[in-house]
């Protein structure tokens, strides 16, 4: 469904509260101003009803989009139109890879802005090389990268050692490979792939079992058999 403007300026408004952080609590109503309650109008009837912090966020980019020039307005209005044109499908996806980096530790941020900062100075030749590349590794392959570069040297290899991880086990799962130093995790991606699919499955719980200071050593025992 398209948007007309007005409606792609309740967007941008909610869009946003995205880049803010926390703001203090928004006033009543009553007490905002006239250009504020007009941009606000599509929240009216609600008001009331929202937290106090999002009524606080929404007054404060209300503020930030009257503090904004004309240009700045218009490339904001055309790039929530270009969102809105997007697939729902491509929607969910960037929303997704946003969601993953902002879960990324600070210092794994700041890599991958450094690798990207890299990336744009490479040659236009060699841009589209790495591309080509990264179009060639399967989906899963390419979404472990979604979990940082320290995590997605080695998604990759946890996923086919372990492919049907239930639900309600994966959390536990990633933490005990990410506990591991880089040694036992490799070894244990070698021992996974000598095993069949219930022997791997019986591995992976017995790890969850052992204290943490333990698996490494149950790792080299079982390699060596």
């Known amino acids: 469904m398209r948007l007309d403007r007005a409606g792609l300026l309740a967007l941008a408004l909610a869009a946003l509260c995205a880049a803010q952080g926390a703001m203090p609590a928004g006033n009543d109503w009553a007490a905002l101003d006239a250009d504020t309650r007009k941009l606000l109008a599509p929240w009216q009837e609600n008001w009331s009803a929202l937290p106090a912090a999002e009524r606080g966020r929404l007054v404060a980019n209300a503020t930030r989009w009257q503090q904004m020039d004309a240009a700045a307005r218009k490339d904001l209005l055309k790039r929530l139109a270009a969102w809105q044109a997007l697939p729902p499908q491509e929607r969910a996806r960037i929303r997704a890879r946003y969601a993953a980096w902002k879960a990324l530790p600070h210092d794994e941020q700041v890599r991958v802005h450094a690798a990207a900062q890299q990336f744009l100075a490479l040659p236009a030749p060699r841009q589209g090389a790495l591309r080509a590349t990264f179009a060639t590794q399967d989906a899963g392959s390419q979404e472990a990268w979604l979990q940082g570069p320290a995590d997605g040297a080695w998604i990759g290899k946890a996923r086919l050692a372990f492919p049907f991880v239930p639900d309600q086990e994966r959390d536990a799962t990633m933490r005990m490979l990410r506990d ?41 025992e079982k390699l060596s058999k």
């Not at 699919?197 to 052992?210: F, N, P, V």
């Open 180 to 220: 591991l130093a880089p040694d036992a995790r490799e070894q244990l991606f070698v021992l996974a792939a000598r095993l069949s699919g219930d022997q791997r499955e019986k591995l992976r719980k017995d790890l969850l079992l052992q204290p943490p200071r333990e698996r490494p050593d149950l790792i080299r």
